[in-house]
Structures are given as structure tokens and as C-alpha cells.
């Protein structure tokens, strides 16, 4: 490709490509932290009336500090779908609206982290799975069994070499430097499936979108989209993207599959060299099945509703109103064409269209007026009000948050006297006063601010006097819990 030719695909992409044109934009600084830090973390969807409030909370705070943002939040999030930064989609529980952010946008606000916080690519581990990949592309396609064999043969020499390396004691496990520099490897890879799910769902609307038109467009003469659909055939798994998909979440929905992965996560969160990691990356990797599994459900849903959508679209017969409606469209506008070189579009042509001022709603939408609706059964009784006192306020706070500060202030004692505690040792010397909302509030300052080790038993007594016990993954609190 020559530098003309380059030159003139990247101007077309300059002009085209959402991503461009969101890092072009005016207020990018401004744009890229508000969407990422609503949209881009666990919470990837967002219903609207929610997003407008966290935004305009948000701008509030940047007006203060000088930047000139005169809109309101939900004008910026209606300019920002217009962009192609947003997708709005209808909520599934409720009966509004929700915005997530476009494969573009999520492109965009993933290079610029990779700018802020950029990752050494030219690792060992990176280059020993590309090689090992490479030898197992290599392996797999050659078309001789023989060497096919060899070559396996050989791989299981070398494993059981290293079998007696590891008895005799000369094979020592992977160091803590090379053991952080896989896993964050490992992480690098995962945070990219975000992006790659909103990719799937949009070439699965085109897909749709493309398929609707063939339908369309289908004559006598080329029915076999119809007929397909008509036979039940699922035209969207069948595609080649709905096949890569199946291939996917069939690893990623098999049980065994599910378990090993699960297990593998837990003993690489077990090891020592896993402290290197802040608390996040430890986050994202214990809940990184989970993840998969939830997008995976969601793009199927994508899938099941549009090929639901599309053969009832065509079993009930409401492509042929849209194939009259669209021949009337072009029958116009080759009439008005063929119009156009006698009459100029701007001529006045005299005639009035009357047009109805009544908004048209459909009669289902109705609802009667029922008086019994209004009628009170019982005498309205006033309740007055009496003062409440700080100790109840507290103990209904109890009822329904974990006392952190309670926690806290548990932990911080116990290290005055020891350098480092367990959770079942800060139990054993403080009671359980919630109950388990003190273990799971204990577990999660542990993910938080401790240091993970091996799994440990606990017990306590339930609010409900009754005495319990488990076993949960220990974490060592080593200094103040803040």
C-alpha cells in the first residue's frame, strides 16, 4: 500500500470511525473520564434516569473546578448517542430506558488507559504463549500424521522430563517477578472482553438488520431466506458469527470447564506473589468467570429475540404491509424523478393537505375511570410525630448495614497487641454482633485492605443465638484498617 493510498484510508477513517472522532472531540478529557467511570467498570449498563444524576452530580463538581460545561446532563448523553459514543436500549425490568457504551467508544477509552497506565508488552510470558500457540497451529494443521506424531511424541518427552526434574527437586515453581508478569498478562487479555462482547452484540443487530432487508427485498425468484425461515430454521445461528458465538459459550457454560477454571483462580489467588496485585485486579480476576457467563447470557438473549423476532416478522405476514409500503415509496420517488425536469422541487403546487391535529393512541392504551379507585375504605387516621432517639436510629441502621466502624475499630484493637490477625482470630476475640453480616463485612475489608493466604474455619453466633461455622478464604490484616 503506498503512502497516496494510505493516506486516503485513514482520512476516510478520520472521518468515519467513532473512536477517531471521540478522542477529535472538543471535550474528550471531560467525556472520556465521565463515560469510564459510569460505564466502563463492572457496571456496564445503566438505566437513564440514573446515569442523568450521577452526570449532572458530575458536572457540578467540574464547573467548580473552571471547566465550561453550560448543557445538562441528559442533552449531553442525547449528544453523545447521536455520536455514536452511547447505545440506549429499553430496560429489561422496567419500563424505561438504559445506556451502555458503544464497541467505539469502549475502543477509545481502552487505548487511552493503555496510555495513562501502559503495560510492558514485550514480556516472557507473552512471548512464550505466542510461541506455544504458534507450535500448536504448527502441530495441529500439518497434513502428514507422521510427523503429526513426532512432534507430539516429543512434547511428551519433554513433559515427562520435566516430571523427573520436578521429583529430584531441580525444578523450583515459577518465581514471584515471573508469576506477576503471567498473571497481570492474564488480566490484560480478560479486559478486553468487555469490548469484544459489544462488538459481538452489534454485528448481531447488523445481522438482523441485514436479514429484515433481504426479506424485504426477497422476490419470487429468491426465497430462500423466506423459505428457510418459514421451515424454523434459525438464520441467526446459523450465521457465521452466531456459530463462532455457540463454539464460545459452549466453553465457557460447560460445567467441568466452569470448575476448572473456578479451581485454577482460587489456588492462583491462594499464592503469595498475588499480593503484588491492588485489590481490583484481584476483584476482576475472582469475578472473571462470572463475568463471562453474564455477558455470554446476555448475547444469547440477543440472539434468541432477534431470530424470535425475525420468524414471527415473517410467519405473520408483516413483511408483506412493509414490501407495499416501500413499493409506494419508490414509486414516488420515481414518479417525482421523472417529475423533475419539467417541475422545480420549489414550485408551488396548490394543494393543501389537511393534516389532524389529534394525537392517534391505540385504544388498549386506555384506562377507565373508576370512582371506587378514589373512596377511602377507612377513616384517614393522623399519626403524630414523637422524637426519636440516637440509640434507635442506630440499631435500625443495624438491622439493614454492616457496622463497619465496628469492624474497623475490632481489627485495629487486636493489632495493638499482635503484628498481624486472621478474620477467625479477630472473631475469636470479638463476637459476631451481626451476625453474618460481621464475617462477610470482616471478608470484604479483607479483600480489601489484607493480604490473602490459605483458606481458615470460623465460627459465630447468628443473631439468632444459634452457633455456625464455615470455611472461608483467609485474608491477614498486617497494619491500621482504615
Known sequence: MTA??????????????????MLRADMAPVIVAILSDHLGGEERRIESEDLYERIDADLDELR?????????????????????????????TSRGETFELSPAALTATRFLAQLAQPRQSATESRLTSIAAQLHRLAVDSDPD?????????????????????????????LDQERAVERVRD???????????????????????????????????????????????VNMIDESDAGRSFSGFAGLVLDPERGEEFEEDIRR?????????????????????????????GEIHDVITTFARGLRRYVQSQEYERDRVLR????????????????IKPYKPTRVGLSLSAVPMHSAGSLRLHDPAAYDAPEEVVTHEAAAVSIEELRALARETE?????????????????????????????????????????????????????????????????????????????????
Open 268 to 296: 492462583v489467588l491462594e499464592r503469595d506473589f498475588t499480593n503484588a496485585l491492588s485489590a481490583a485486579e484481584r476483584r476482576f480476576l475472582r469475578r472473571l468467570l462470572r463475568t463471562l457467563k453474564e455477558r455470554s
Open 327 to 342: 413499493r409506494e415509496l419508490r414509486g414516488a420517488l420515481a414518479t417525482g424523478r421523472a417529475a423533475s425536469g419539467r
Open 402 to 482: 454492616i457496622d463497619f466502624d465496628e469492624l474497623t475499630g475490632n481489627i485495629n484493637a487486636a493489632l495493638q497487641d499482635v503484628d498481624e490477625i486472621s478474620i477467625a482470630e479477630v472473631l475469636a476475640r470479638f463476637p459476631a454482633t451481626q451476625g453474618v453480616a460481621s464475617v462477610v463485612g470482616l471478608l470484604a475489608l479483607g479483600a480489601a485492605q489484607g493480604a490473602a493466604s490459605a483458606s481458615e474455619h470460623v465460627e459465630w453466633v447468628g443473631s439468632d443465638a444459634v452457633a455456625r461455622a464455615a470455611w472461608i478464604p483467609s485474608y491477614r490484616f498486617t497494619g491500621r484498617v482504615l
Open 4 to 21: 497516496l493510498v494510505r493516506a486516503h484510508a485513514l482520512s476516510r477513517l478520520l472521518d468515519e470511525h467513532v473512536a477517531w472522532r
Open 186 to 232: 492474564v488480566l490484560a487479555m480478560a479486559e478486553d472482553i468487555p469490548s469484544d462482547f459489544a462488538r459481538v452484540r452489534a454485528e448481531f443487530e447488523g445481522l438482523n438488520r441485514d436479514l429484515r432487508a433481504r426479506v424485504l427485498e426477497s422476490d419470487a425468484a429468491q426465497r430462500a431466506v423466506l423459505d428457510d425461515i418459514f421451515r424454523g
Open 64 to 92: 467548580a473546578h473552571g471547566f465550561d460545561l453550560p448543557g445538562t446532563a441528559k442533552a449531553y448523553c442525547a449528544q453523545w448517542r447521536a455520536s455514536g459514543y452511547l447505545v440506549r436500549r429499553p430496560a429489561e
Open 145 to 173: 500424521a507422521r510427523t503429526r506424531i513426532a512432534r507430539l511424541e516429543e512434547q511428551r518427552a519433554q513433559i515427562d522430563a520435566e516430571i523427573e526434574a520436578i521429583g529430584r527437586g531441580e525444578a523450583p515453581p
